[in-house]
Each structure stands twice: as structure tokens, then as C-alpha cells.
């Protein structure tokens, strides 16, 4: 990543314009942009939970978030993808009361929900090729597809677990089989440990020695061969044994698994059971952690008795709104996201450090690397692209897919390394690193990658070209294809006003504008 000279400009207009934005200082003419002054949607069940726990504490919910804050951060949450100009000004012109909804169903559908939710869960079950997973390039491509299959048409999650924790077979031609191959280790405790992780967020490490031998015995049956086929692998249960075994579960109960029978699967009936504490509890709890960026439990992954929700009520609202619709994990997205609890703004008022009121603003957080990368590719018009020598067989990505789609978590890049992509080594969320460093700051101050993808961008071009003569439309044009938004018009006078001082051309201020605004907290954060 090489650094240029240019970005004294850049940061003589940045410090302008911070000293104008609503997330460093909420001034009342500016918040006005990332907040409205009226609910357009009626509470719903998840409100109901939160806003019971705030009054407890004498805290309540922000304001709505406005329309234009609303469509940036739906898209980021949901398929990580900024949305375009063609989109943002239909929604904007709609007075629909039920738009935001609308909006939230039709990105269900799109190709990038599936691409964005098959990389969270990608990261979760340790897909990648390389040193400590070692699935192998063939492996991780029909994984990946697999399971990007099972996000797009919508399988049910108890299905999805079962299939995962069932599955024997090749692991070319019965995907699932890789959930026991990319586990550090081949022994029972190790595959326990991962499905513990995975479907119950428990940290395997914690549990009495006697409860995880109890568990590793579930899983003591998996065994592995080796075919002729270059790095092929062969999930199976062990022939050899066959007896029937005593078995007791994670909440103490007894079973006595018949002969013949396969242990994972009278392990995954109990796990997927509607009264089973963890399966539910675990991923409501991770989803409320993508989409809220807090835990209800936090670490979404660290599920325990000494770690108790700041919610139990709210938790059991989702849990039982999870099995009530048969385990269909859009109607969780669906139930948070057309929430007051969602939609206030992420403007804080007073402190709210404290977790049982975690819930009085939308977090604030950074983009994912991936994320951030495809953001940054879409506004220069040209892709990341990537490949990898290692491990064989060689592997090229061509430039137009987006780095969310990126199956491999081995074939990486210098952008990914730096801005926190997991490495999917341990299927821990804590992996992904989104805390911002001085490289990162660097990188997009001072970046002749960044500097590039302004200065050869296509939509900038154009935009620059269409406002030669008029820098107020060109500075709203700006805005809206960067931060989704039109300037507020402090903004738009603070921003005429540097042009002026400074003497700048027209491509000279746009691109110093688009620079600027790349590196404004508003871009780089989900807000």
C-alpha cells in the first residue's frame, strides 16, 4: 500500500468538515440529518422488552434515525453493500409509511445477502484453505457454496445445524462433512469444543472436565480415510464401533444410545429441541450482535451462568420467536430491524457505558474489512481482485466479485491484514479486529490506492463533469454517492467556502471532497 503527497488538501477540507458533523458533536441544526422528530413505525414486541429495561434505569430510546441514516445502515447491516444513488432517491421521495419494511423484505432477496451472511458464517465455521484449517482449495469452494445455498433459499437453522453435525461422506461431494474437517485436531474433545462453540456458544474450555468428556463421547465415533484423490478425505462413523453406549448430555440428562446407532444424531435431536436452553439462545444472540453490535449475552460467544443478559426477557422474546417460526432466522433479522430499537439514532445522550442500557442508541461501529474494500472498489469502479499461489490448485478471482463473496479466508490482501478480516482459525467473533489503528489511518489519508480510485472513478467523473458550474449541486452529488446523504447546509457552506479560499478546479474539489469524505468517521462507521 504506497502513500502520496496529496492528502494535505484532503486534510485542510476533512477538518472542515468535521468541525460541522453530527457524530463528533451532536449540534441541533446538524443532528437533524441523522435524526427525524417522530416514529413512522408502532413499537414492536422487541421494544417492548428494551424499553422496560430502560426505565428501570431512567434511560429510553433516541430518536428515530432519518430516512437517509435509515437505507445506509440496512444495507450495510443486511448485505453489506452501500446502497446507490438510483436507490437512495426513490426511497427518500417515498412517503410510504411502510417503506422502511418494504425495503428491509426486498434486500432478503438480493444476491448480496446471501454473498455478505455466507462470509459471517464462513468466519464462524473456519473456511479456509491453509495452516491450521487445511480444507484445501476444492473443499472450500463447495463448502462455501453449500452453505451459501442454505442462506440464500432460506433452510430452516435447525436443519442447518443438523445437516452440518450429521453429515458423513466425501468432502468434495457431501460439503457438510467439512464442518469435521476444519477443526484443529481429530479427536473427540476438539470436535466437541467446535460444535459447543458453534451451536451453543459455549466455550468448550469452561465446562467442568466432566461435562466435556461427557460431550466429547457424542463425537467419538467420527473417523477419517484418505482416498486416491488429491487431498480428498473421507468423513465416516467408526465400523468398528458398534455397541451401544451410555451417554449424558450437557444439562446432565442420561441416554443410553442403542446399538448401531449414530451418537451425532441423538446429539443433534436433543440439541435442536424446542426446550433445549443454548441452540435458540446462541443464535438470536449472535444475530442481535451483527445487527446491534452488543451482545444481549456479550462475548456473543461466552454463554454461561456468570455471565447473565442484560435483558433475560428480550432474549427470550427472540428465542421464542425463533422456534415459533420453525427456526427461520429471517424473521429474527426481520423482527430487530423494524424495531424502534434499531431505527433510533445513533447519537448517545449521556452516558450509556453502562450494559444494562446498552440499548439507548444504535452502536456505532466500524465497517468489516471486506466491507470497507468493496465500498471503496464501487466508488472507484474497479474491483479488488485477487489470487493465490498457495495451496495448489492455483486460485484467481476475477475483479468484478466483491470481497464479500470471497470463499477462501486464506487468500487474503494487505487492505484485508491491516483493516481486522478474521484469520477463521478458532471460529471466535472476537477473530475480526474492526478497532481502528495508525496503518489504517495512514493508509486512507495518504494511499496512492486510494488516491487512484478517486482520481480514475467513473461516477466521479461524471459527477464532476455534470457540475462544472455549479459546486453546491456537485458537493449534494458527492455526498449522496459517499455518505448516502444530502449535506446539511452548514456543510454545503463550509465546504463552497474552502473551494473558494483555495482557488480549486472543479475536478480538483471534487476529488479533494470525495477524499475527505472517504475519510470522515461517517463513511468508515455503520451509524
Request: proline share 6%.
Amino acid at each position: 500500500m504506497g502513500y502520496c503527497k496529496l492528502s494535505v488538501f484532503v486534510i485542510g477540507i476533512l477538518v472542515s468538515l468535521l468541525c460541522n458533523s453530527a457524530l463528533i458533536a451532536a449540534a441541533p441544526p446538524v443532528a437533524s440529518v441523522f435524526e427525524s422528530s417522530l416514529w413512522a413505525i408502532p413499537a414492536n414486541a422487541v421494544d417492548a422488552k428494551v424499553e422496560a429495561v430502560l426505565k428501570k434505569h431512567g434511560a429510553q430510546l433516541r430518536k428515530p434515525c432519518s430516512d437517509e441514516v435509515f437505507i445506509r445502515r440496512a444495507y450495510l447491516d443486511l448485505i453489506g453493500t452501500l446502497p446507490t444513488p438510483n436507490e437512495i432517491t426513490p426511497f427518500l421521495q417515498s412517503k410510504s409509511s411502510s417503506k422502511r419494511a418494504e425495503m428491509i423484505d426486498t434486500l432478503f432477496a438480493r444476491d448480496e445477502f446471501a454473498d455478505y451472511w455466507s462470509m459471517k458464517w464462513c468466519d464462524i465455521l473456519r473456511v479456509k484453505s491453509e495452516f491450521p484449517i487445511n480444507l484445501w482449495p476444492n473443499a472450500v469452494q463447495a463448502y462455501h457454496r453449500w452453505i451459501h445455498d442454505a442462506i440464500r433459499e432460506n433452510r430452516p437453522y435447525d436443519k442447518f445445524a443438523r445437516q452440518l453435525l450429521t453429515s458423513s461422506g466425501s468432502n468434495f461431494l457431501e460439503p457438510p462433512a467439512n464442518f469435521y474437517r476444519a477443526v484443529q485436531g481429530r479427536d473427540s474433545a476438539s470436535i466437541a469444543k467446535a460444535v459447543a462453540l458453534t451451536f451453543m456458544g459455549v466455550r468448550f474450555e469452561r465446562l467442568p472436565k466432566t461435562s466435556q468428556s461427557n460431550m466429547g463421547a457424542f463425537f467419538s465415533r467420527v473417523g477419517y480415510k484418505k482416498t486416491d484423490e488429491w487431498k480428498e478425505e473421507i468423513v465416516y462413523l467408526n465400523p468398528a464401533i458398534t455397541g451401544s453406549m451410555n451417554a449424558v448430555f450437557p444439562d446432565g440428562a442420561a441416554v443410553v444410545i442403542p446399538a448401531g446407532a449414530d451418537p451425532r444424531e441423538v446429539f443433534t435431536n436433543w440439541l435442536v429441541a424446542p426446550t433445549n436452553k443454548w441452540f435458540a439462545r446462541n443464535i438470536v444472540n449472535r444475530i442481535w450482535y451483527w445487527t446491534m453490535g452488543r451482545g444481549i449475552i456479550d462475548e456473543p460467544d461466552d454463554i454461561r451462568s456468570d455471565n447473565p443478559p442484560a435483558s433475560a426477557e428480550l432474549l427470550a422474546c427472540l428465542e421464542k420467536e425463533l422456534i415459533d417460526s420453525h427456526y427461520d432466522l429471517r424473521s429474527i433479522y426481520r423482527l430487530i430491524l423494524n424495531s424502534r430499537t434499531y431505527q433510533q439514532s445513533s447519537v448517545p445522550c449521556g452516558d450509556t457505558s453502562d450494559p444494562k442500557i446498552q440499548f439507548a442508541h444504535y452502536t456505532v461501529r466500524r465497517l468489516d474489512a471486506e466491507v470497507l474494500i468493496d465500498a471503496l472498489c464501487w466508488i472507484g469502479g474497479d474491483g479488488a481482485g485477487y489470487t493465490s499461489a498457495t495451496p495448489e490448485p492455483y486460485s484467481f478471482i476475477p475483479k468484478e466479485q466483491r470481497t464479500i463473496a470471497l470463499a477462501d479466508g486464506s487468500i487474503t490482501s494487505p487492505f484485508l491484514a491491516t483493516f481486522g478480516r478474521p484469520s477463521r482459525d478458532t471460529g471466535l467473533e472476537s477473530e475480526r479486529n474492526n478497532k481502528p489503528t495508525d496503518s489504517q489511518c495512514l493508509y486512507l489519508l495518504n494511499s496512492t490506492d486510494i488516491q487512484q480510485k478517486i482520481e480514475k472513478s467513473p461516477q466521479l467523473t461524471r459527477t464532476i463533469n455534470a457540475n462544472k458550474k455549479n459546486i453546491p449541486a456537485m458537493t449534494r452529488d458527492i455526498y449522496v454517492l459517499i455518505l448516502s446523504r444530502h449535506p446539511s447546509p452548514e456543510e454545503l457552506t463550509a465546504t463552497e467556502q474552502y473551494f473558494k479560499s483555495k482557488g480549486l478546479f472543479p475536478a480538483q474539489a471534487g476529488n479533494e471532497l470525495a477524499w475527505a469524505l472517504i475519510n470522515s468517521k461517517e463513511f468508515l462507521y455503520r451509524h
